[in-house]
């Protein structure tokens, strides 16, 4: 049974930068496709980047591109997003979510709280 386990959330002011973990377990990692959504109050689930096996990544919101980076080390069977420029509208929680046929595995999801 694969699992995800995502970290590195937390209160920051307008400007900084957080980089999300998503470590995976109990599955080949190295053969999923990893998205990183996000979801706030009242919101529907976003999805902001994903990154293939063959490390393409396509970023899906426009107003995360050039500050939000998704990336994968498949030697550690993490992936991560690096968030910076953070503005008050990045407020939300984010998941990982990692992809293969017909397999498909989410995290409990990381806060992430912009606020000066």
């Known amino acids: 049974q694969g699992h995800l386990v995502e970290s590195g959330g937390g209160l920051v002011q307008p400007g900084e930068s957080l980089r999300l973990s998503c470590q995976a377990s109990g599955f080949t990692f190295r053969d999923f496709a990893i998205m990183w959504y996000r979801q706030a109050p009242g919101k529907q689930r976003e999805l902001v980047a994903q990154?293939?096996?063959?490390?393409?990544?396509?970023t899906f919101l426009d107003s995360v591109k050039g500050r939000f980076t998704i990336s994968r080390d498949n030697a550690k069977d993490t992936a991560y997003l690096q968030m910076n420029n953070l503005k008050p509208e990045d407020t939300a929680l984010y998941f990982c979510?990692?992809?293969?046929?017909?397999?498909?595995?989410w995290g409990q999801g990381t806060q992430v709280t912009v606020s000066s």
């Open positions: 979510n990692a992809r293969h046929a017909i397999y498909e595995y």
């Open positions: 990154i293939t096996t063959i490390n393409v990544v396509t």
